[in-house]
């Protein structure tokens, strides 16, 4: 494991521990910039595609929300998938359990904006209610179960929708075993906000010249993608896991954190340690 | 292919900052609050 994978690793801890430390709950006017359910009864912030949710549904226009996926887009486009999503987390340890993977292309990544568009804005507006909460497998896991098995008359009244639901959470956890983090790529509509900002973003992925488009990369990705063929793409959630190869690099309004082109191993052999 | 102009992506996050102010100056930070505390049971499901 490389240094930077070993400080993600921390951070993505760190970040799971902080969002629900259980103490500090004045803090849940504060949108957490991953999908944290504010249901969870260690939640100490709130849940953004929530707070969305739930303000387009009481007639509000979601100015401060909207804002906050702006600035934090425009500052680090969708690091905060790659770094601090405990839910991402969870898809990146179930995936160490399946040696062999099902490569799936990031091509189908448009299916997350439909979700967006559909259960996150449009639903909750038509139907007044949360509807992406409903079948959101992070909240099941997060709240729904911890809930059910925390309080009796919330076991009394579970109903279908909550069966759905971990029929759902099910689905996904065999999908994150056998297919590279796929809510991320696939369904999450926090994902989908924040992928147009990777073009934008301060922080930016930067490939060398001297790379030789050998896909070493694209099998250590936790998103299984190819960083020469476009580093900034909505598709890559900056873990940084491939800046392991001296060709890749990273800058932050300009300035190189990780040089591209440094001295340094290139292709598959700079990755050996990552394996 | 042409990098997007550092200043541009200032002036966005500029643009970000201005809609927290505003938003929270039109009650939603309190919105949400209110909306985070209560339990909403949409997690398991109901509501």
Redesign the interface.
């Known amino acids: 494991m490389g240094n930077t994978e070993r400080l993600r690793n921390y951070v993505q801890i760190g970040a799971a521990v902080l969002q629900n430390s259980y103490f500090f709950?004045g803090l849940?006017?504060?949108?957490t910039p991953s999908l944290n359910?504010?249901?969870?009864p260690l939640?100490v912030?709130?849940?953004p595609m929530?707070?969305l949710q739930?303000?387009i549904l009481?007639g509000?226009?979601?100015?401060?929300?909207?804002?906050?996926?702006?600035?934090?887009?425009?500052?680090v486009g969708r690091a905060s998938c790659g770094w601090a999503c405990p839910f991402g987390y969870v898809q990146e340890l179930l995936g160490k359990l399946g040696r062999k993977k099902v490569r799936v292309s990031n091509e189908y990544g448009w299916l997350r904006y439909v979700i967006l568009a559909v259960t996150a804005l449009a639903l909750p507006f038509i139907l007044k209610?949360?509807i992406f909460?409903?079948l959101?497998p992070a909240?099941?896991l997060?709240?729904?179960i911890p809930?059910?098995l925390l309080d009796e008359e919330?076991r009394e009244?579970?109903?279908?929708?909550?069966w759905?639901?971990v029929g759902l959470l099910v689905a996904a956890v065999w999908a994150a075993v056998k297919i590279k983090r796929p809510f991320c790529r696939f369904v999450c509509p926090l994902g989908a906000i924040y992928s147009p900002f990777n073009?934008?973003?301060?922080l930016?992925m930067e490939v060398h010249g001297k790379c030789v488009r050998c896909d070493a990369c694209k099998e250590i990705c936790p998103v299984d993608m190819s960083i020469y063929e476009g580093p900034n793409s909505g598709a890559c959630i900056r873990c940084m896991k491939c800046t392991g190869c001296s060709a890749v690099g990273v800058s932050f309004?300009?300035k190189e954190i990780i040089k591209a082109g440094r001295e340094g191993r290139i292709g598959r052999a700079a990755y050996d340690r990552q394996r | 292919m042409k990098?997007?102009p550092?200043a541009?992506?200032?002036a966005?996050?500029m643009?970000?900052?201005?809609?927290?102010?505003?938003?929270?100056l039109?009650g939603?930070?309190?919105?949400?609050?209110l909306?985070?505390?209560i339990?909403?049971?949409?997690?398991?499901?109901?509501?």
């Open positions: 709950k849940k006017f504060c949108p359910c504010y249901a969870c939640a912030t709130a849940c929530g707070s739930n303000l009481k509000y226009l979601p100015l401060a929300v909207t804002g906050f996926f702006v600035s934090l887009g425009a500052a209610s949360p909460c409903k959101c909240g099941t997060e709240a729904g809930l059910a919330i009244i579970i109903g279908p929708l909550f759905l639901k073009r934008i973003s301060a930016r309004l300009g | 990098k997007f550092i541009a992506t200032v966005i996050f643009l970000g900052a201005a809609l927290i102010v505003a938003g929270g039109g939603e930070f309190r919105a949400i609050f909306n985070a505390t339990l909403c049971l949409s997690c398991i499901g109901v509501q």
